[in-house]
């Protein structure tokens, strides 16, 4: 075989690994944001889908193996502020959430309850920190500007 025929070789072989390395490096990515969504689903699922108040304790322990030690302890039910200003609105009905959309750094959801009204959606926000925990939220409710054209 020629020394050009090598180099071609060579050459193509190169090429063909750059290509592979690169299809694997987008769906490793790709995999990895898709986790990172999976995670905030999984945060919000634990914290507003139940069907008692004991089915939500028990869920506790999911919000904390998935985030950090301060995002847990403003999110657990054992924080008080957050009870009175969250949990109680629900007395004590079962709650179901509608995930509409979701992607890393955001949950777009509604809730689906008695205390609640199906319409109104809310989005929490999440960043996730280099040990794969969620360390930092931010729960908004969404509301929609008026349509004034008419």
């Not at 995670?39 to 919000?44: I, M, N, P, S, T």
Request: glycine share 2%; net charge negative.
């Amino acid at each position: 075989m020629s020394k050009q025929k090598k180099y071609c070789l060579i050459g193509l072989f190169c090429v063909v690994l750059i290509f592979i390395t690169v299809f694997i490096q987008r769906q490793y990515n790709k995999t990895l944001e898709s986790n990172k969504s999976a995670l905030g689903e999984q945060l919000v699922k634990a914290l507003y889908d139940y069907d008692s108040v004991y089915e939500l304790d028990a869920q506790m322990t999911i919000v904390k193996s998935i985030c950090s030690e301060a995002v847990y302890n403003d999110l657990t039910i054992d924080n008080e502020q957050r009870t009175l200003t969250t949990y109680l609105k629900f007395k004590q009905d079962p709650v179901h959430v509608i995930i509409h959309n979701s992607e890393y750094g955001y949950v777009l959801y509604s809730l689906q309850t008695d205390s609640v009204s199906e319409d109104r959606l809310f989005c929490l926000y999440y960043r996730i920190c280099a040990e794969g925990k969620i360390d930092w939220v931010k729960e908004v409710e969404c509301i929609e500007f008026l349509d004034t054209i008419y």
